[in-house]
């Protein structure tokens, strides 16, 4: 059974720090494309980051490219983002997300909400 785990969400102040987590079961951690994603009320959903297997690139949405670190632990089928400087508009539901081939798996969501 495939599952996509995530944890870590809260209430921030502008300007704190939140890792969020994944915990991936039920795939081939190691070979897998995986991304965080968010949703803010009333938008869709958007990429945030991803993390190619192959070769580790990482890829980040401009907004949070100074910001965020995604990063993953292959021993513990563990994947992170790493926000620092949070802002309001940080603001959503993040998703992870893994693509394995051709197909799409999601997490159930985290919430993130920074304000003051």
């Known amino acids: 059974q495939v599952q996509l785990v995530e944890s870590g969400g809260g209430l921030e102040q502008p300007g704190g720090s939140l890792r969020l987590s994944c915990a991936a079961s039920?795939?081939?951690?190691?070979?897998?494309?995986m991304s965080w994603y968010r949703q803010a009320p009333g938008k869709g959903r958007e990429l945030v980051a991803f993390?190619?297997?192959?070769?580790?690139?990482?890829t980040y949405a401009d907004s949070v490219r100074t910001r965020f670190t995604i990063f993953k632990d292959d021993d513990k089928n563990t994947l992170s983002l790493q926000m620092n400087d949070l802002k309001p508009e940080d603001t959503a539901v993040y998703y992870c997300?893994?693509?394995?081939?051709?197909?799409?798996?999601w997490g159930q969501g985290t919430q993130v909400t920074v304000s003051s």
């Open positions: 039920g795939l081939p951690f190691k070979s897998l494309l």
């Open positions: 997300h893994a693509r394995d081939g051709t197909t799409d798996y």
């Open positions: 993390l190619t297997s192959m070769w580790g690139t990482k």
